[in-house]
C-alpha cells in the first residue's frame, strides 16, 4: 500500500515499518536535487514535523513526517548521490524509514488516485 501527504512525501508500509520519500510531482516542482538532509538513527517526529530537507538549483524544501514515529533507518547512499531523488523519486531515492507509533493513522492518508488529483 502506497500513500500520500499533501507536503508532497510518499510513504509505503509493511506491518509497522514505513518508508518514505519525495515524490515525482515534489522532484519535478523543485528540478534538479543536488543535497538531501535526513534524519538520525533513533530521533522522533510527530506527524507533520520536518525531518529532512531537500535542496535543488531552485530551492530548498523540508521533507515532512508523514505519520509519527522513531526513524529506524535512512538512506545513506541517497545523501552521498541526491541525484537518485531525481531519477528514482520512488525506490532508491528514499529517505528514510521508520516504526510507526500507530499504523492506522497511514489510512488517513491520500491514496494515489486522491494525490493525483491534488496535484494536476
Known amino acids: 500500500m502506497i500513500r500520500y501527504t499533501d507536503e508532497h512525501v510518499w510513504v509505503t508500509v509493511e506491518g509497522d515499518i514505513a518508508t518514505a520519500g519525495i515524490t515525482p ?20 517526529f510527530e506527524a507533520g514535523v520536518a525531518a ?41 531515492g528514499w529517505f528514510f524509514r521508520f516504526r510507526l507509533d500507530n499504523p492506522a493513522a497511514i489510512d488517513s492518508l491520500m491514496d494515489e488516485a486522491s494525490y493525483e488529483a491534488l496535484t494536476r
Not at 522532484?27 to 538532509?37: A, F, N, R
Not at 531537500?54 to 548521490?81: Q, W
Open 25 to 44: 510531482h515534489a522532484q519535478d516542482t523543485l528540478g534538479e536535487i543536488v543535497s538531501v538532509e535526513v534524519p538520525a538513527v533513533g530521533a522522533r
Open 52 to 92: 529532512g530537507l531537500v535542496e535543488s538549483v531552485k530551492t530548498a524544501s523540508d521533507v515532512h513526517m508523514p505519520a509519527s514515529g522513531e526513524v529506524l533507518e535512512v538512506n545513506e547512499t541517497l545523501v552521498n548521490d541526491p541525484s537518485l531523488a531525481n531519477s528514482d523519486p520512488m525506490g532508491a
